[in-house]
T-cell receptor, first 113, second 113 residues
Framework: DSGVTQTPKHLITATGQRVTLRCSPRSGDLSVYWYQQSLDQGLQFLIHYYNGEERAKGNILERFSAQQFPDLHSELNLSSLELGDSALYFC????????????FGNGTRLTVT | DQQVKQNSPSLSVQEGRISILNCDYTNSMFDYFLWYKKYPAEGPTFLISISSIKDKNEDGRFTVFLNKSAKHLSLHIVPSQPGDSAVYFCAASATSGTYKYIFGTGTRLKVLA
């Protein structure tokens, strides 16, 4: 158990809809990262938050947004969903801003129909 | 632009033998590298890391080698065990303030009993 909690585990929704994925980092971790893994592909970096502030952005679509709250949990919002957004979404946390090990949650599997 | 590449999508090795997983990177600013293992329906789990000031790091059956001039790293697993069967991802980052970890596409290792 990595200590990183992601909810929900599975999400099935229709095109055009909006969903929110939630991540609770390990106790004490200040950094939260979001990754997308499409079918049998690598982990695509989406965004990194540290102590409530956005610190790095990857190939995140404009339809996607994220935030980290004062209690350090994070949410990834996906809107105007398309079939191609179907993927596993992973959250990872680490204790520092940089140069540290990432601890991953078990992911949220999103299916857009 | 795939900055971190794992050119072998899959690898099969006999139990007890050595498994060698390879990873190439293109960004010369990368100076911290990690290997993760992923089982189905779980998040990636950290295995071992190496910083660019070293060329080798060992942890039990796992050894990572870094060749900076070739921009290449490899993970050696000796001896390989059936429980090592999983997808292995390498990841790279730069301490120049980019605050993100770039992952390769993964290599599926199958250890045959």
């Amino acid at each position: 158990d990595s200590g990183v909690t992601q909810t929900p585990k599975h999400l099935i929704t229709a095109t055009g809809q909006r969903v929110t994925l939630r991540c609770s980092p390990r106790s004490g971790d200040l950094s939260v990262y979001w990754y997308q893994q499409s079918l049998d592909q690598g982990l695509q970096f989406l965004i990194h938050y540290y102590n409530g502030e956005e610190r790095a952005k990857g190939n995140i679509l404009e339809r996607f947004s994220a935030q980290q709250f004062p209690d350090l949990h994070s949410e990834l919002n996906l809107s105007s969903l398309e079939l191609g957004d179907s993927a596993l979404y992973f959250c990872a946390s680490s204790s520092s801003l940089w140069g540290d090990t990432l601890h991953f949650g078990n992911g949220t599997r999103l299916t857009v129909t | 632009d795939q900055q971190v590449k794992q050119n072998s999508p899959s690898l099969s090795v006999q139990e007890g033998r050595i498994s060698i997983l390879n990873c190439d990177y293109t960004n010369s600013m990368f100076d911290y590298f990690l290997w993760y293992k992923k089982y189905p329906a779980e998040g990636p789990t950290f295995l071992i890391s190496i910083s660019s000031i070293k060329d080798k790091n060992e942890d039990g059956r796992f050894t990572v080698f870094l060749n900076k001039s070739a921009k290449h790293l490899s993970l050696h697993i000796v001896p390989s065990q059936p429980g090592d069967s999983a997808v292995y991802f390498c990841a790279a980052s730069a301490t120049s303030g980019t605050y993100k970890y770039i992952f390769g596409t993964g290599t599926r290792l199958k250890v045959l009993a």
